[in-house]
């Protein structure tokens, strides 16, 4: 069993298209995370969930709304999908948030390109 | 703003080479410090974590890194490199009041030659 799966692991798509990337964790952690990977292989963080709880939410454009439904799932939704969006985005969960980075586990990542 | 600088981004060296990948991050207050690897096409592994005490950490596969508190490093070290250690190379950051956000550094690219 994957312990943190992202789907899909592809995903192309037109300019001004929304889409979704699913994510689940297995582990029973309490926390989840959004980072984007832009082409330059640079990490940075977008969203984190405690518990269902958006607890961080970075300077990211309002097109990408995060949603969480349970504390096993975080997906990502983005509207209006424009050329600069491409990138790898990797989901990953931690165990507690106030002890978070002891206990990282990283998704697998979806590459989105954008057309 | 804290960050985190890597000072090479591409590192190439044949194999039973010694390997140091440099790290310097910018905050003045109590850190947790990590190095990730991303082989090609894969996700994030943990290779080794800082919390406190010794400064010397040692990982998986044979890497170590020190932490040097008074130069604001946390260099990544490892002997002799393998060709399977080619990948991407990651140095983080997370600081006592951001809870579980990491900051990463630009990556380090090592390429080793059989």
């Known amino acids: 069993d994957t312990a943190v799966s992202q789907t899909p692991k592809y995903l192309v798509t037109q300019m001004g298209n929304d889409k979704s990337i699913k994510c689940e964790q297995n582990l029973g952690h309490d926390t989840m995370y959004w980072y984007k990977q832009d082409s330059k292989k640079f990490l940075k963080i977008m969203f984190s969930y405690n518990n269902k709880e958006l607890i961080i939410n970075e300077t990211v454009p309002n097109r990408f709304s995060p949603k969480s439904p349970d504390k096993a799932h975080l997906n990502l939704h983005i509207n209006s999908l424009e050329l600069g969006d491409s990138a790898v985005y990797f989901c990953?969960?931690?165990?507690?948030?106030?002890?978070?980075?002891?206990?990282?586990?990283f998704g697998s990542g979806t590459r989105l390109t954008v057309v | 703003a804290q960050s985190v600088s890597q000072h090479n981004h591409h590192v190439i060296l044949s194999e039973a080479a010694s390997l140091e990948l440099g790290c310097n991050y910018s905050y003045g207050g109590t850190v947790n410090l990590f190095w990730y690897v991303q082989y090609p096409g894969q996700h994030l592994q943990l290779l080794l974590k800082?919390?406190?005490?010794?400064?010397l950490v040692k990982g998986i596969k044979g890497f170590e890194a020190e932490f040097i508190k008074s130069k604001f490093s946390f260099n990544l070290r490892k002997p002799s490199v393998q060709w399977s250690d080619t990948a991407e190379y990651f140095c983080a950051v997370n600081v006592d009041n951001q809870g579980g956000k990491l900051i990463f550094g630009q990556g380090t690219e090592l390429s080793v030659k059989p």
């Open positions: 800082y919390f406190s005490g010794d400064p």
């Open positions: 990953a969960s931690s165990p507690y948030f106030s002890d978070s980075p002891r206990g990282y586990t």
